[in-house]
């Protein structure tokens, strides 16, 4: 029942911060912290901190792998300092590494804001990321 109760505490804001998850805790105090915890980071709907404006997916499926999708991960490390499930210092871009999308065929394939880009390259992503730092005027 607590995933339920969690669920409607935060129903459209996903992010669950430690101030949320203290007042869930202060609402429903026959759950322990650490059971609110255990749920919120189960679950992916969940998150621990606040989501960037754009969510940005990397596809890691079988066929996404094969195709080298952790080099985009790499580059997003490396050259943004974007680690997945974690928000850009601009609050512009939330990174996830997701287990398959469905688009084999397009491997390796990234998801920005539920739009498909298929066959991504170190080219392709940072032209990617060009775009979207360009909404910042930078």
Excluded: W
């Amino acid at each position: 029942y607590l995933v339920i109760y969690i669920f409607f505490f935060f129903f459209n804001d996903t992010a669950t911060t430690e101030i949320y998850t203290l007042s869930l805790h202060d609402a429903l105090p026959i759950f322990s912290l650490s059971k609110i915890y255990g749920i919120i980071t189960f679950y992916a709907h969940f998150k621990l901190n606040e989501p960037g404006k754009h969510k940005l997916q990397i596809c890691m499926g079988t066929a996404c792998f094969v195709k080298n999708a952790n080099v985009l991960l790499d580059l997003l490390k490396n050259e943004e300092g974007l680690d997945p499930g974690g928000t850009s210092s601009d609050n512009l871009l939330s990174l996830e590494r997701v287990a398959c999308v469905g688009n084999c065929a397009l491997a390796p394939v990234a998801v920005l804001d539920e739009e498909i880009f298929p066959e991504m390259s170190i080219k392709k992503i940072r032209r990617l990321l060009k775009n979207i730092k360009k909404e910042l005027g930078g």
